[in-house]
């Protein structure tokens, strides 16, 4: 069955950066677009970002523009997000997701029309 599988989390201070990684396991996904979200305790899940390969376009949530990147490695068909300067509020498990189109859903970060999810990797930034 397909899925994606996310990696890179971890413990970091504040300040630091982080590189998450997204790739797929049993397909591949070279014309599908990839969204990251992420879902704190307590909270709703929230749009983190979206690349589109058909034109390359990106698109961030206000609260990480600036601080992170979302890009692609095709040859080996992983999406990756490069958190830098990161803040205690970014604490979250961070998931990855496909439209299983080759545009970022419209809107990018309605989460409920995104179809496949990974199972999310960990993220806590504190001192």
Do not use: H
């Amino acid at each position: 069955q397909p899925q994606l599988v996310e990696s890179g989390g971890g413990l970091v201070q504040p300040g630091g950066s982080l590189r998450l990684s997204c790739a797929p396991s049993g397909f591949r996904y070279d014309d599908n677009s990839i969204g990251w979200f992420r879902q704190a305790p307590g909270k709703e899940r929230e749009a983190v970002s979206c690349i589109s390969p058909k034109d390359g376009s990106t698109y961030y949530a206000d609260s990480v523009k600036g601080r992170f990147t979302i890009f692609r490695e095709y040859a080996g068909n992983t999406t990756y997000l490069q958190m830098n300067s990161l803040k205690p509020e970014d604490t979250a498990i961070y998931y990855c997701a496909t439209d299983v189109t080759p545009w970022c859903a419209v809107p990018w970060n309605d989460s409920k029309l995104y179809d496949w999810w990974g199972q999310g990797t960990q993220v806590t930034v504190s001192s």
